[in-house]
């Protein structure tokens, strides 16, 4: 092979063993990102106890946190192309894994915030560029597919705060569950030497040496002296939240942002008060932790499986009927007395909430062409962050209202319905995927 077009090459290649530790490697920084974002719901009955602060005190500690969360998915999310987005991987596993960390030394609720708020910019800042970045070296082929695997590493890492917290909680107190959100600090130096910078980033610089490098990686039979295809780098611009808004993009633009709001809203609801929540039905701590484990199992199973339905049916006619389940589900675990159907009622609930965001990432990232892809993730989650704000103090302020707990589950739920509007209205036929069908085997596009 004389001469190859990078992207070409790795759109068309077949799952090789770089592929598969890339992938690991990304899974592994999500599920510790998982991890450090829900051990604060799994804590707050006993930083309420230590620290004597209210339901909507505690509300507010989450919506500051993932405010510095919206910040960073709109810096290192929307600035990705000028940062680099394997630089900024790297950084922001640091933030929050070091944040998380020093949380768990603090012995007052405000500087317990601030860590928060510091380790929200990491959480916000390294799902859109994981996002983005993997969906440069997976085959088209395997890509929807690849990055909703990543993203249930997320859905690993809080289950894993569940058990975390059942283990640590009430032995040893809520400072050893943050201890162990540190972790990738020590790992940080090998995710460097295997995270590879972005193609686009490599592909603009024109750097041929470490181009020819990662794609021998991907396709260990080229040529060292392969010689490199810059035809298309004109076309590459940097992402701009603009963009979203050319070509017919605005109104799926608005909608995947609607959507990805109320997903927030389940999301961080769920995530940050439903320990608290089913301890109102009448559980105890520990069986309370547990329905977090179970939500999370939920959101895992219902990514592998809906996720090869995606593959079938298409995105929408997938996602549509997962919100009308989610708010179906809170409706009735509001009513359910059997805690067998609890489970059943919490799993079905992890799949189309948490679950459902996973797909919805591998959605984003299909739906917009690669030079605006960053762009598009980073503001999608981005606005989303902005429900992830509000539901901690929305559900704080519902608590204190003392209303019955289907009342609550009610609340909540509204957002799944409003969630199902926003992604029917999402068109399809503006899709790169689309535009690809329709014109052949073009790779890039401007939007």
Sequence with gaps: MNSVNPIDLVNQSKLKGYHYVLILCMFFILMFDG????????????????WGISDIVAGSIGSYTTFGTVIGAVIFGVYADRFGKRRLIIFTTFLFSFFTLLAGFTTDPIFFTICRVLAGLGFGGVMPNIAALISEYAPTKHRAAIISFIFIGYSVGAMTASFSGQFFLEKYGWQPVYWVGGLPLLLLPFIARIVPESIHSLMKKKD?????????KIEPALSKDVQITYIKQNEIKKSSVRDLFKNKLGLS???FWLSCFCTFILMYSLNTWLPTLMMNVGYNLQSSLAFVAVLQLGSIVGTLVFGNIIQLLGFKRVLIPLYLL???CLVLIGYSQN???????????GASSLGLQNMSNAYVAQYYSADVRAAALGSTMAFGRIGSIVAPTYV???LTFNLQPQFNFFAIGIAALFGAIAMSLIREEQADYAKEKSVGTEVYKTS
């Excluded at 974002?37 to 230590?50: M, S, W």
């Excluded at 041929?208 to 021998?216: D, S, W």
């Excluded at 805690?339 to 609930?349: C, N, P, Q, R, T």
């Design 253 to 255: 633009t608005m909608m």
């Design 396 to 398: 704080g302020i519902l």
């Design 35 to 50: 991890y450090d974002v829900v051990i604060y719901g799994a804590t707050i009955p006993l930083l309420k106890a230590d």
């Design 208 to 216: 041929t040496k470490a181009l020819v490098t990662v794609l021998r």
């Design 339 to 349: 805690i067998y159907f609890a489970y059943v009622l919490i799993g079905l609930i």
């Design 326 to 328: 989610c708010a179906t």
